[in-house]
Protein backbone atom coordinates (compact mmCIF):
# COMPACT_ATOMS: atom_id res chain seq x y z
CA UNK A 1 0.00 0.00 0.00
CA UNK A 2 1.34 3.66 -0.60
CA UNK A 3 -0.30 6.75 -0.69
CA UNK A 4 -0.83 8.90 -4.39
CA UNK A 5 -1.17 12.48 -4.11
CA UNK A 6 -5.04 12.81 -5.88
CA UNK A 7 -6.56 15.92 -5.27
CA UNK A 8 -3.75 18.85 -5.32
CA UNK A 9 -4.38 21.67 -2.14
CA UNK A 10 -6.24 24.10 -4.98
CA UNK A 11 -8.49 21.58 -5.75
CA UNK A 12 -9.11 20.58 -1.98
CA UNK A 13 -9.67 23.92 -0.95
CA UNK A 14 -12.10 24.97 -4.01
CA UNK A 15 -14.11 22.39 -2.79
CA UNK A 16 -14.21 23.35 1.35
CA UNK A 17 -14.90 26.99 -0.06
CA UNK A 18 -17.33 25.99 -1.97
CA UNK A 19 -19.70 23.71 0.33
CA UNK A 20 -19.51 26.51 3.12
CA UNK A 21 -20.29 29.29 0.69
CA UNK A 22 -23.23 27.26 -1.02
CA UNK A 23 -24.69 26.34 2.15
CA UNK A 24 -24.19 30.02 3.25
CA UNK A 25 -25.98 30.81 -0.06
CA UNK A 26 -28.93 29.35 1.22
CA UNK A 27 -29.05 29.67 4.36
CA UNK A 28 -28.69 34.01 3.87
CA UNK A 29 -31.34 34.08 0.88
CA UNK A 30 -33.66 32.00 3.73
CA UNK A 31 -32.76 34.89 5.95
CA UNK A 32 -33.41 37.56 3.46
CA UNK A 33 -33.51 41.11 4.30
CA UNK A 34 -30.25 42.40 5.30
CA UNK A 35 -28.97 39.17 4.61
CA UNK A 36 -28.91 39.53 0.82
CA UNK A 37 -26.34 41.80 1.17
CA UNK A 38 -23.96 38.73 2.41
CA UNK A 39 -25.87 36.46 -0.21
CA UNK A 40 -24.86 38.66 -3.09
CA UNK A 41 -21.20 39.16 -2.05
CA UNK A 42 -20.76 34.98 -1.30
CA UNK A 43 -22.67 34.67 -4.58
CA UNK A 44 -19.75 36.67 -6.50
CA UNK A 45 -17.20 34.35 -4.30
CA UNK A 46 -18.83 31.41 -5.77
CA UNK A 47 -18.21 32.83 -9.24
CA UNK A 48 -15.12 33.22 -9.10
CA UNK A 49 -14.52 30.01 -7.54
CA UNK A 50 -16.35 28.07 -10.98
CA UNK A 51 -14.05 30.30 -13.25
CA UNK A 52 -10.96 29.54 -10.97
CA UNK A 53 -12.74 25.82 -11.60
CA UNK A 54 -13.10 26.08 -14.95
CA UNK A 55 -9.24 27.04 -15.39
CA UNK A 56 -7.96 24.28 -12.94
CA UNK A 57 -9.60 21.46 -14.82
CA UNK A 58 -7.33 22.48 -17.83
CA UNK A 59 -4.23 23.18 -16.66
CA UNK A 60 -4.41 21.75 -12.61
CA UNK A 61 -3.09 18.64 -11.28
CA UNK A 62 -3.60 15.24 -13.10
CA UNK A 63 -6.79 13.93 -11.66
CA UNK A 64 -8.15 17.58 -11.09
CA UNK A 65 -8.45 17.61 -15.29
CA UNK A 66 -12.15 17.28 -16.98
CA UNK A 67 -9.85 15.32 -19.43
CA UNK A 68 -9.22 12.70 -16.67
CA UNK A 69 -12.52 12.01 -16.09
CA UNK A 70 -14.61 12.53 -18.89
CA UNK A 71 -17.40 10.68 -17.96
CA UNK A 72 -18.00 9.07 -22.17
CA UNK A 73 -20.86 6.73 -22.47
CA UNK A 74 -18.35 3.90 -23.13
CA UNK A 75 -16.60 4.75 -19.40
CA UNK A 76 -19.73 5.01 -17.62
CA UNK A 77 -21.52 1.24 -19.13
CA UNK A 78 -18.48 0.02 -18.25
CA UNK A 79 -18.23 1.10 -15.18
CA UNK A 80 -21.84 0.52 -14.44
CA UNK A 81 -20.83 -3.31 -15.44
CA UNK A 82 -18.68 -3.28 -12.40
CA UNK A 83 -15.06 -2.45 -14.25
CA UNK A 84 -13.12 -0.52 -12.26
CA UNK A 85 -9.86 -0.09 -14.44
CA UNK A 86 -6.79 1.52 -12.26
CA UNK A 87 -7.99 5.35 -13.18
CA UNK A 88 -11.72 5.34 -12.61
CA UNK A 89 -10.34 4.34 -8.96
CA UNK A 90 -8.35 7.39 -8.25
CA UNK A 91 -9.97 10.78 -9.37
CA UNK A 92 -13.37 11.37 -9.95
CA UNK A 93 -15.18 7.45 -11.31
CA UNK A 94 -17.54 7.91 -14.26
CA UNK A 95 -20.60 8.22 -12.01
CA UNK A 96 -18.96 10.63 -9.52
CA UNK A 97 -18.14 12.37 -12.57
CA UNK A 98 -21.20 13.00 -14.25
CA UNK A 99 -22.17 14.38 -10.87
CA UNK A 100 -19.67 16.90 -10.17
CA UNK A 101 -20.12 17.71 -14.02
CA UNK A 102 -23.83 18.45 -13.10
CA UNK A 103 -23.27 20.41 -9.98
CA UNK A 104 -20.94 22.96 -11.51
CA UNK A 105 -23.10 23.32 -14.36
CA UNK A 106 -26.24 23.85 -11.97
CA UNK A 107 -24.50 25.90 -9.90
CA UNK A 108 -22.56 28.20 -12.70
CA UNK A 109 -26.72 28.95 -13.98
CA UNK A 110 -27.88 29.61 -10.15
CA UNK A 111 -24.70 32.34 -10.24
CA UNK A 112 -25.43 33.86 -13.96
CA UNK A 113 -29.39 34.06 -13.20
CA UNK A 114 -28.42 35.52 -9.23
CA UNK A 115 -26.61 38.22 -11.19
CA UNK A 116 -29.78 39.03 -13.24
CA UNK A 117 -32.48 38.72 -10.55
CA UNK A 118 -34.14 41.31 -9.12
CA UNK A 119 -36.91 40.35 -6.03
CA UNK A 120 -38.80 43.57 -7.34
CA UNK A 121 -38.48 45.09 -3.60
CA UNK A 122 -34.86 46.07 -2.51
CA UNK A 123 -32.25 43.78 -4.04
CA UNK A 124 -31.28 42.97 -7.65
CA UNK A 125 -28.13 41.44 -8.92
CA UNK A 126 -25.41 43.89 -10.70
CA UNK A 127 -26.75 42.79 -14.71
CA UNK A 128 -30.39 43.29 -13.85
CA UNK A 129 -30.36 46.92 -15.66
CA UNK A 130 -28.22 45.36 -18.19
CA UNK A 131 -31.21 42.91 -19.27
CA UNK A 132 -34.94 43.67 -20.53
CA UNK A 133 -37.46 42.85 -18.31
CA UNK A 134 -38.50 39.45 -19.42
CA UNK A 135 -35.12 38.12 -19.17
CA UNK A 136 -34.91 39.24 -15.47
CA UNK A 137 -37.98 38.18 -14.43
CA UNK A 138 -37.40 34.72 -15.61
CA UNK A 139 -33.91 34.44 -13.92
CA UNK A 140 -35.56 35.81 -11.30
CA UNK A 141 -38.23 33.13 -11.19
CA UNK A 142 -35.28 30.16 -12.15
CA UNK A 143 -33.17 31.14 -9.76
CA UNK A 144 -35.47 31.00 -6.69
CA UNK A 145 -37.40 27.95 -7.76
CA UNK A 146 -35.97 25.29 -10.21
CA UNK A 147 -32.31 26.60 -9.70
CA UNK A 148 -32.73 26.32 -6.00
CA UNK A 149 -34.67 22.82 -5.87
CA UNK A 150 -31.97 21.37 -8.31
CA UNK A 151 -28.70 22.47 -6.23
CA UNK A 152 -30.32 21.39 -2.99
CA UNK A 153 -31.23 18.36 -4.98
CA UNK A 154 -27.46 17.77 -6.31
CA UNK A 155 -25.82 18.47 -2.91
CA UNK A 156 -28.08 15.89 -0.95
CA UNK A 157 -27.59 13.07 -3.65
CA UNK A 158 -23.85 14.07 -3.56
CA UNK A 159 -23.30 13.59 0.24
CA UNK A 160 -25.60 10.70 -0.06
CA UNK A 161 -23.72 8.62 -2.27
CA UNK A 162 -19.59 9.50 -0.34
CA UNK A 163 -22.02 7.88 2.81
CA UNK A 164 -22.85 5.18 0.35
CA UNK A 165 -19.14 4.60 -0.80
CA UNK A 166 -17.68 4.89 2.79
CA UNK A 167 -20.90 1.85 3.94
CA UNK A 168 -18.90 0.24 1.06
CA UNK A 169 -15.46 0.46 2.24
CA UNK A 170 -14.76 3.75 0.07
CA UNK A 171 -13.50 6.41 2.23
CA UNK A 172 -13.92 9.21 0.07
CA UNK A 173 -13.81 11.84 2.73
CA UNK A 174 -10.19 11.23 3.85
CA UNK A 175 -8.80 11.95 0.57
CA UNK A 176 -10.71 15.35 -0.08
CA UNK A 177 -8.86 16.82 3.15
CA UNK A 178 -5.67 15.37 2.98
CA UNK A 179 -5.17 15.21 -0.65
CA UNK A 180 -3.78 11.16 -1.00
CA UNK A 181 -5.18 7.94 -1.36
CA UNK A 182 -3.43 4.78 -0.25
CA UNK A 183 -3.88 2.34 -3.26
CA UNK A 184 -2.01 -1.31 -3.88
CA UNK A 185 -1.03 -0.28 -7.19
CA UNK A 186 0.02 2.94 -6.53
CA UNK A 187 3.27 2.56 -8.70
CA UNK A 188 1.08 1.94 -11.95
CA UNK A 189 -0.71 5.30 -11.26
CA UNK A 190 0.05 8.82 -12.09
CA UNK A 191 0.20 11.80 -9.76
CA UNK A 192 -1.09 15.01 -9.13
CA UNK A 193 1.59 17.82 -9.18
CA UNK A 194 0.60 19.70 -5.55
CA UNK A 195 4.18 21.80 -5.59
CA UNK A 196 5.01 25.20 -4.39
CA UNK A 197 4.99 26.51 -7.91
CA UNK A 198 1.38 24.70 -8.68
CA UNK A 199 0.02 26.43 -5.64
CA UNK A 200 1.53 29.89 -6.35
CA UNK A 201 0.38 29.56 -10.08
CA UNK A 202 -3.52 28.22 -8.88
CA UNK A 203 -3.43 31.66 -6.41
CA UNK A 204 -2.63 33.79 -9.56
CA UNK A 205 -5.42 32.11 -11.79
CA UNK A 206 -7.77 32.74 -8.71
CA UNK A 207 -7.33 36.34 -8.69
CA UNK A 208 -7.67 36.65 -12.62
CA UNK A 209 -10.83 34.86 -11.27
CA UNK A 210 -11.83 37.59 -9.48
CA UNK A 211 -11.14 40.20 -11.21
CA UNK A 212 -12.74 39.34 -13.99
CA UNK A 213 -15.74 38.92 -11.39
CA UNK A 214 -15.08 42.32 -10.52
CA UNK A 215 -15.62 43.95 -14.19
CA UNK A 216 -18.29 42.11 -14.38
CA UNK A 217 -20.10 43.09 -11.17
CA UNK A 218 -18.74 47.23 -12.05
CA UNK A 219 -19.81 47.22 -15.81
CA UNK A 220 -23.44 45.79 -14.13
CA UNK A 221 -23.04 48.49 -11.44
CA UNK A 222 -22.25 51.87 -13.24
CA UNK A 223 -25.65 50.42 -15.64
CA UNK A 224 -27.54 50.70 -12.06
CA UNK A 225 -26.44 54.00 -11.21
CA UNK A 226 -26.88 55.31 -14.89
C1 LIG B 1 -22.93 22.47 -0.60
C2 LIG B 1 -22.16 21.46 -0.41
C3 LIG B 1 -21.23 20.82 -1.43
C4 LIG B 1 -20.96 21.11 -2.73
C5 LIG B 1 -21.56 22.22 -3.59
C6 LIG B 1 -19.97 20.14 -3.19
C7 LIG B 1 -19.43 20.10 -4.46
C8 LIG B 1 -18.46 19.22 -4.90
C9 LIG B 1 -17.77 19.29 -6.16
C10 LIG B 1 -18.00 20.36 -7.23
C11 LIG B 1 -16.89 18.26 -6.20
C12 LIG B 1 -15.89 17.97 -7.31
C13 LIG B 1 -14.53 18.44 -6.84
C14 LIG B 1 -13.64 18.82 -8.02
O1 LIG B 1 -13.14 17.95 -8.74
O2 LIG B 1 -13.47 20.03 -8.22
C15 LIG B 1 -17.03 17.50 -4.98
C16 LIG B 1 -16.31 16.37 -4.64
C17 LIG B 1 -16.34 15.77 -3.41
N1 LIG B 1 -17.08 16.19 -2.31
FE1 LIG B 1 -18.36 17.73 -2.23
N2 LIG B 1 -19.65 19.29 -2.15
C18 LIG B 1 -20.40 19.68 -1.07
C19 LIG B 1 -20.40 19.12 0.19
C20 LIG B 1 -19.65 18.04 0.55
C21 LIG B 1 -19.63 17.43 1.87
C22 LIG B 1 -20.46 17.91 3.07
C23 LIG B 1 -18.75 16.39 1.80
C24 LIG B 1 -18.36 15.43 2.89
C25 LIG B 1 -19.20 14.71 3.53
C26 LIG B 1 -18.22 16.33 0.47
C27 LIG B 1 -17.30 15.43 0.03
C28 LIG B 1 -16.79 15.35 -1.25
C29 LIG B 1 -15.86 14.34 -1.69
C30 LIG B 1 -15.31 13.21 -0.84
C31 LIG B 1 -15.59 14.58 -3.04
C32 LIG B 1 -14.70 13.75 -3.96
C33 LIG B 1 -15.55 12.67 -4.53
C34 LIG B 1 -14.74 11.68 -5.36
O3 LIG B 1 -13.80 11.08 -4.80
O4 LIG B 1 -15.04 11.51 -6.55
N3 LIG B 1 -18.78 17.35 -0.27
N4 LIG B 1 -17.98 18.13 -4.19
C1 LIG C 1 -24.48 29.28 -6.18
C2 LIG C 1 -24.84 30.47 -5.91
C3 LIG C 1 -26.20 30.86 -5.37
C4 LIG C 1 -27.12 30.13 -4.66
C5 LIG C 1 -27.03 28.69 -4.18
C6 LIG C 1 -28.27 31.00 -4.44
C7 LIG C 1 -29.43 30.64 -3.78
C8 LIG C 1 -30.57 31.44 -3.69
C9 LIG C 1 -31.83 31.00 -3.18
C10 LIG C 1 -32.10 29.61 -2.60
C11 LIG C 1 -32.71 32.04 -3.28
C12 LIG C 1 -34.20 32.02 -2.98
C13 LIG C 1 -34.60 32.23 -1.60
C14 LIG C 1 -36.10 32.07 -1.50
O1 LIG C 1 -36.81 33.08 -1.73
O2 LIG C 1 -36.55 30.97 -1.27
C15 LIG C 1 -31.99 33.15 -3.84
C16 LIG C 1 -32.52 34.42 -4.08
C17 LIG C 1 -31.82 35.49 -4.61
N1 LIG C 1 -30.48 35.48 -4.98
FE1 LIG C 1 -29.24 33.86 -4.98
N2 LIG C 1 -28.00 32.23 -5.00
C18 LIG C 1 -26.75 32.18 -5.58
C19 LIG C 1 -26.10 33.20 -6.23
C20 LIG C 1 -26.57 34.50 -6.35
C21 LIG C 1 -25.86 35.59 -6.97
C22 LIG C 1 -24.48 35.50 -7.62
C23 LIG C 1 -26.66 36.70 -6.88
C24 LIG C 1 -26.43 38.11 -7.34
C25 LIG C 1 -25.34 38.75 -7.22
C26 LIG C 1 -27.88 36.29 -6.22
C27 LIG C 1 -28.95 37.14 -5.95
C28 LIG C 1 -30.16 36.74 -5.47
C29 LIG C 1 -31.34 37.62 -5.41
C30 LIG C 1 -31.42 39.08 -5.86
C31 LIG C 1 -32.38 36.81 -4.88
C32 LIG C 1 -33.84 37.25 -4.64
C33 LIG C 1 -34.58 36.94 -5.91
C34 LIG C 1 -36.09 37.07 -5.81
O3 LIG C 1 -36.63 37.09 -4.69
O4 LIG C 1 -36.70 37.13 -6.89
N3 LIG C 1 -27.78 34.94 -5.90
N4 LIG C 1 -30.69 32.76 -4.07
Excluded: C
Excluded at 47 to 70: E, H, M, P, Y
Excluded at 173 to 200: N, Y
Amino acid sequence: MQSVRVWDLPTRLFHWLLALAVVALVVSAKVGGDAMNLHMRLGYGVFALLLFRLAWGVVGGRWSRFASFAPTPARLRAYLKGHTPIDTQVGHNPLGALSVLAMLAVLSMQVGTGLLADDEIAYAGPLAARASEAVVKLASRYHTGPGQALILALVALHVLAIIAYAWRGHALVRPMISGDKTMAQAAAVAVSRDTAGTRLFALVLLALSAAVVYAVVRWGDAAALA
